[in-house]
């Protein structure tokens, strides 16, 4: 990068001027704000990119083992303030703006955040290679450029709406195109084994190809040289002609069809899968971004002259959940079709680059293909996974003697081709993402692959870059463990831990509660301007941000928002603390309990937010479009981080380590990483409530959940589960049916029934807890203290030294 010392407030000017003038022919006061961002993130762009050309110069010099993450999202949020920040110019860059006449909030507020992913899985692939370069580690992600991302929500009259999400409407200024890169994928056609002159031999024919366009984004290390790269692939037709006679003829949308087919698979993140057509174009995704990166790997070693024989001693490729499991059988066809080798040696090879991390316990996430479907797009991978399955479970039943032991292992079973298996097999280490998750991979879920590959199954616990959930998005909080810690928890956050000395400064304390209240203002403000709801910030913000599912339960939240109000309603004596309740989050389009949930929420906030009788004692809140630069204005104000997923079903979550770092105390079930928070800051310092996972995992293996029976003994949830459909919140009986069926009909599956007398007691407790301010104040300096074992830096060491095997490069 360039030396930051020589950058100047007149440099950085002068550089903006000149890219104004050059990009679009303006003055300033000429340009519009989108234009003046756009202009700004070239300036800053430019900066980058002198670190940009020198690490990839001395990676390929020194042929340095690199490792690719490759992954399905990347919710990297917004770059330019980020980049500010790394570059050590972030005041610099305000104060000459300002100079300009120009205001750094509009300017920031300008950028789109990138359509790159929907919530915690792409959310961490993004701090990843946030700490691969901020720890000079040579490392890169590789994933699709959505064109429409997954898409942009809107609320209308509660309901979940989806309409596309236009982030690349304006140039995006950060994205370098690399036509000259672009590579062939392959789908559809014939594949068979054929003796051709004596020898046999794969054909592959008949296919079509997709020609894949790598955009790279610069990602910038904190304060150092590094500058990796996340390389996104764009999918085009592979052919620049346009087809004359259709046209011609009349036949207007045949002459463009293949190139639509083509752009199909980059334009939005997770297609609808309920359908066939979803299904086959969810699987052309993984595919593409796949191969595409693979070859461009290969070809880029090719280049570098290095003997793929060896190709472990330069390359790590990191499959992150189910998604680019297709790794494993493409690095088999490049290196038996392309590059020659034996089965034996390409298998020995492919299983020493691959690691794989396992996200999930859901059943539904452990992805599985249709084999007629797989075949038909995908031949000759389909001819390969077959083959391994063949192998593979040919030395299973050599050790076990077992069908049933093979038919649960196999990687094709049952119609379905099976990629978790898939991803297993081939890799030399598979991680699961918080200690709880993985001992329940290795008593429960992989057991068996756990007894077949001792040692190949271990933990890596998630994490967070607290350079965007901290620095970037609580600088009030940033600049006052500055003056009380030092700076060195910026490049080593497991110093928050010397905030610990001041748990009973009452002046630090004091302090930590007006920087919390001051980021409610601002976020009680943003409300009222975009929601029109009027929140006291003197209130309890309780806040749940995360993908609407089953498991994760805001339908409990829900209840107990109810239970309050009604409470109130009926007593008049009775009094709680303010509290806001504040939801972020999308629904995947076709799952519809999800957006009925959704619905519900809006529907109490219109009720409650609306009712005199109330007397703002609760708000609800719905922010529409949850997204990365939204969870910054929320973060760094939440007072209650709801973490109250059924136990055993939340692999991690990194939600629940942004609020602590943040401040918030967390409101949780013993579940995923709630786990080792409880561990770090003890008891005293977290509000834990419901079933253990051992006992939700009984009750599951043993099913006697009999809700009818439940409620018949709790008139009171009767009273709550009634109001859903007896008119009271002012829809028709039918609007919530859907949620009473899976109450009472589908046996309450996640058990929000059997968890609310112990989660309301939890809530009270909380109510208790805040009344004591100095008690608060103390806990919410704990879960800072101590968030700093969750740095995405600390986990990326970690998978660096003990799964990739790279290491430390300064440039």
Request: with cysteine.
């Amino acid at each position: 990068m360039e030396n930051i010392k020589s950058i100047t407030k007149e440099d950085i000017k002068e550089k903006l001027l000149n890219a104004l003038k050059g990009m679009y022919a303006k003055e300033l006061p000429d340009a519009t704000m989108n234009q003046k961002y756009e202009a700004f993130s070239k300036v800053i762009r430019d900066y980058i990119s002198e670190g940009w050309l020198e690490t990839n110069k001395q990676y390929r010099e020194k042929k340095v083992k690199q490792v690719y993450y490759l992954s399905m999202e990347f919710l990297i949020g917004k770059l330019l303030e980020r980049n500010l920040i790394n570059l050590g110019i972030r005041e610099l860059a305000k104060e000459a703006l300002a100079d300009m006449g120009i205001d750094f909030g509009e300017i920031v507020e300008e950028e789109p955040d990138a359509g790159l992913g929907n919530g915690g899985l792409g959310r961490l692939a993004a701090c990843f290679i946030d700490s691969l370069s901020s720890l000079e580690l040579p490392g890169h992600g590789c994933g699709i450029r959505y064109k429409y991302g997954l898409f942009r929500q809107e609320i209308k009259n509660g309901y979940q709406v989806e309409v596309p999400d236009l982030w690349l409407k304006e140039r995006y200024p950060w994205e370098v195109k690399k036509e000259n890169r672009g590579v062939k994928v392959r789908f559809g056609g014939d594949a068979y084994v054929a003796t051709v002159r004596g020898h046999l031999k794969v054909v592959h024919e008949n296919y079509y190809t997709v020609k894949a366009i790598p955009y790279d984004i610069p990602i910038s290390g904190y304060q150092n040289n590094t500058v990796n790269t996340l390389r996104l692939w764009s999918a085009e037709a592979d052919t620049d002609e346009f087809d004359f006679v259709n046209f011609n003829s009349g036949h207007y949308m045949q002459s463009v069809e293949g190139k639509y087919t083509a752009e199909l698979i980059s334009q939005v993140l997770y297609p609808d899968d309920s359908t066939e057509n979803g299904k086959q174009l969810r699987l052309k995704q993984e595919y593409f971004f796949v191969s595409s990166s693979l070859q461009a790997i290969f070809n880029y070693h090719r280049e570098l002259g290095i003997d793929f024989k060896r190709l472990d001693d330069y390359v790590a490729i990191h499959i992150n959940d189910t998604h680019p499991a297709l790794a494993v059988a493409e690095i088999m066809r490049l290196l038996i079709d392309e590059e020659g080798l034996k089965w034996e040696e390409a298998w020995e090879i492919t299983q020493k680059v691959c690691a794989y991390t396992n996200h999930t316990i859901m059943e539904e996430a452990l992805e599985k293909w249709p084999i007629q479907m797989f075949k038909k797009l995908l031949p000759r991978i389909y001819l390969i996974i077959e083959e391994i399955n063949r192998r593979f479970c040919q030395e299973v039943m050599n050790k076990y003697l077992n069908w049933n032991v093979v038919n649960r292992m196999s990687i094709i079973e049952e119609g379905l081709v099976r990629m978790a298996n898939l991803a297993i097999v081939g890799s030399h280490s598979v991680n699961g993402v918080a200690a709880l998750h993985t001992e329940i991979l290795q008593k429960k879920e992989l057991r068996d692959f756990h007894e077949f590959y001792p040692g190949k199954l271990n933990n890596k616990t998630n994490g967070i870059t607290h350079r965007r959930w901290l620095i970037k998005s609580n600088p009030a909080l940033s600049a006052m463990l500055d003056t009380h810690i030092g700076t060195d928890w910026r490049k080593d956050p497991v110093s928050l831990e010397k905030l610990m000395e001041f748990k009973e400064d009452h002046s630090v304390l004091k302090k930590l509660a007006k920087i919390k209240h001051e980021n409610k203002v601002e976020l009680a403000r943003y409300i009222k301007e975009k929601n029109g709801i009027e929140v006291d910030p003197n209130s309890i913000f309780d806040v749940q941000v995360k993908r609407v599912h089953g498991y994760k339960r805001q339908l409990l939240n829900c209840m107990h928002i109810l239970y309050l109000y009604k409470k109130l309603k009926k007593d008049k004596d009775f009094d709680i603390h303010p509290r806001t309740f504040i939801f972020g989050a999308k629904a995947a389009p076709a799952y519809y309990f999800a957006k009925n949930v959704i619905k519900l929420i809006n529907t109490l906030g219109e009720i409650i937010n609306n009712d005199p009788d109330i007397n703002d004692k609760l708000k609800v809140v719905f922010i529409e479009n949850y997204s990365v630069s939204k969870a910054e204005k929320i973060i760094p104000a939440a007072d209650v981080s709801e973490q109250i997923s059924t136990a055993s079903k939340e692999a991690s979550g990194t939600g629940n380590m942004k609020f602590m770092m943040n401040g918030a105390v967390t409101l949780a079930t013993l579940d995923g990483a709630n786990v080792e928070i409880h561990n770090l800051v003890g008891d005293d310092n977290i509000v834990l409530f419901g079933m253990t996972s051992d006992e939700v995992i009984s009750l599951y293996e043993n099913f006697q959940n009999d809700t009818h029976k439940f409620i018949e003994s709790n008139p009171e949830i009767a009273e709550l589960i009634a109001s859903f459909v007896d008119g009271s919140l002012g829809v028709v009986g039918s609007e919530f049916s859907d949620i009473c069926r899976y109450l009472l009909e589908e046996n309450d599956y996640f058990f929000v029934l059997k968890d609310f007398w112990a989660y309301v007691e939890a809530q009270n407790k909380i109510e208790e807890l805040y009344r004591d301010r100095e008690r608060w104040n103390e806990m919410c300096l704990v879960n800072i203290a101590k968030a700093g074992y969750f740095s995405s830096d600390n986990t990326i060491s970690k998978y660096a030294r003990d799964i990739w095997d790279i290491e430390r490069e300064s440039i």
